[in-house]
């Protein structure tokens, strides 16, 4: 633990265990991650020294820092473990399965410790006994230590190195949130002063206006930075629950990981666990098959479930995909019409009907079990992604798996935006979504005979006219403008008045009258002190297609 910099010296020795406790819980929590981590490495190579070093390391910590934070239950059943695992280092008690079985269920244990001290209660004073009882079997047996204990491997595998730590320290979210903000109300003063600098047209006025823009984006850039965490640390928490879970379903699945270098914004990584969560059990259980089936249909008996990251412009993609059955499309537009999602006998596309899945509620298992059948997990992953401005792809061969793409911002306090204006009123598109603006004239539109449609580049797009849309006031122009867009592989376009430009985009929540707004996921600033609307376009997009299929069926848009 890094030396808090208040002064305890006044303090009683509980107010300053409860004190040193919080300083002490990021830190709890990551050491049970490197436990887990260090326990999952020892499965796959037994003799690792350095693995096995690296748990001693993390149990040692967790033992001494439980003690100075006052909690005692944690202390005591952590020293039973570093005691056992001591023996282990050492070459006296060789690593088995039961072993790894044991940790696993010891570093559950101390979590659920963590939790309920952090929820201002005591842990048991009983809590692990159990496990503990079980080391001392196995350590009361270290002179049989070895040809009964079956374990995984006798040969020393190679001594992982770990890399040097670099100098940190550690910083409230809250602290950075604020950084952030105030960066925020700097970019927008910048902007306003450069605007008032362009319109005096002062070449002295104007010299400064630029400096200060180039120095305010060099601060915003290192100030998001700082909010930026390597995706590696989420990735590597998956390699116990596709252990358990495989286990627990009779199937044989291996989990790879590339690109845990890729970093995203501390709040999005935060918020983006529980989707992944759902989409890799759902991998799992509904897209590996079992062993025997999979030998069956030629494949290899244990299945493959993989997760990546990588850098795309201001966007990070993630993708989540598994060498499985693939999705049976039939059987969701059974169960779809079967709900009432869609009429029977519609004509849906493939991308369509695999979007299906992610409806509330629905479900293609027969049964509900401990994994599955109760329709609460991928309507979670969309509404989460939809929160983060982000967008889902899926791509599925029946036989041959299913992956999907998740595609999200770098960061939710700033984004580039593209500029447009409506009537009086701005609207901001995401410049990552935005391809190119077309005019778009009165005779072109009546050429389309009330269809909104446009010919692009030879090809025919359709679009959306955002005035009619938000109910702007006033007549359009005779010429207008389109943004063509494209949102998960589809482009559409948006008529507005008038195209302004690029724009940097500090992001304010909306207040209540905008909240309920659909389609509409921020707002900003504009250096004229005007307030402009952030667009969100995929939630838009869909909300236009419900309100068409509604139409289409005979119903009223909602």
Do not use: W
């Not at 300053?16 to 260090?38: D, N, P, T």
């Not at 374990?151 to 001594?159: M, N, T």
């Not at 009330?450 to 797009?461: D, F, K, S, T």
Request: aromatic fraction near 6%.
């Amino acid at each position: 633990m890094g030396e808090p910099r208040e002064n305890f010296e006044d303090e009683s020795p509980e107010r300053m265990a409860l004190r040193l406790r919080e300083y002490f819980r990021e830190e709890a929590y990551e050491l049970i991650v490197e436990l887990e981590s260090a326990m999952l490495e020892i499965e796959k190579s037994p003799g690792d020294d350095g693995q096995i070093g690296r748990a001693f390391r993390a149990l040692h910590t967790i033992k001494g820092s439980g003690a100075a934070c006052g909690m005692s239950d944690v202390e005591a059943f952590a020293h039973e473990i570093e005691t056992f695992f001591d023996l282990v280092r050492k070459g006296t008690i060789a690593v088995n399965q039961d072993i790894i079985d044991l940790t696993l269920a010891a570093r559950d244990r101390i979590k659920a410790m963590f939790d309920v001290y952090y929820r201002g209660g005591k842990a048991d004073a009983a809590a692990g006994r159990d496990i503990i009882a079980s080391f001392n079997r196995i350590r009361s047996k270290r002179d049989d230590g070895q040809a009964a204990d079956n374990h995984l491997g006798a040969q020393h595998g190679p001594v992982s190195q770990a890399p040097e730590a670099e100098a940190s320290i550690r910083v409230a979210t809250e602290k950075l949130d604020d950084l952030v903000a105030l960066v925020g109300e700097l970019v927008t003063v910048q902007a306003r002063l450069s605007q008032t600098a362009l319109s005096q047209g002062i070449p002295q006025f104007l010299a400064v206006a630029e400096e200060l823009e180039r120095l305010t984006g060099s601060l915003r850039d290192r100030t998001m930075s700082i909010r930026m965490l390597p995706i590696g640390s989420t990735f590597s928490r998956f390699k116990r629950l596709v252990r358990d879970l495989s286990h627990e379903l009779g199937k044989e699945v291996v989990l790879m990981t590339d690109g845990a270098e890729t970093e995203l914004d501390k709040t999005v990584i935060e918020r983006l666990g529980e989707p992944l969560v759902h989409l890799v059990r759902n991998s799992i259980d509904h897209g590996i098959e079992r062993p025997d089936a999979r030998e069956s249909a030629g494949k290899p008996r244990g299945g493959t479930i993989s997760l990546s990251a990588v850098h795309s412009g201001a966007f990070v993609e993630i993708k989540i995909s598994d060498d499985g059955a693939g999705m049976d499309r039939d059987a969701i537009r059974a169960r779809a019409e079967e709900r009432g999602l869609i009429a029977y006998g519609e004509e849906l596309s493939d991308s369509e009907i695999e979007r299906l899945v992610f409806t509330a509620g629905f479900s293609t298992a027969k049964e509900v079990t401990n994994v599955s059948g109760r329709g609460v997990g991928l309507d979670i992953v969309k509404r989460t992604i939809d929160g983060l401005r982000g967008t889902i792809e899926i791509n599925s061969r029946k036989g041959a798996g299913t992956a999907i793409m998740l595609k999200l911002p770098l960061t939710l306090a700033i984004i580039d935006g593209f500029l447009t204006r409506i009537g009086m009123e701005y609207f901001i598109f995401p410049l990552s979504l935005v391809e190119e603006c077309v005019e778009l004239t009165r005779e072109a539109s009546k050429a389309t005979h009330g269809r909104h449609l446009a010919h692009v580049r030879g090809q025919l797009v359709p679009y959306i006219r955002l005035r009619e849309h938000f109910m702007v006031s006033g007549t359009p122009p005779g010429f207008e403008q389109i943004v063509i867009t494209n949102v998960e592989g589809r482009r559409v376009g948006m008529v507005v008045d008038t195209v302004v430009g690029e724009h940097q985009t500090v992001i304010k929540s909306l207040g209540r009258f905008y909240r309920q707004v659909d389609g509409i996921s921020g707002a900003t600033i504009l250096g004229s002190g005007t307030v402009a609307l952030i667009l969100d376009i995929p939630r838009l997009l869909r909300l236009v297609e419900q309100q068409e299929a509604q139409l289409t069926r005979g119903g009223e848009p909602s």
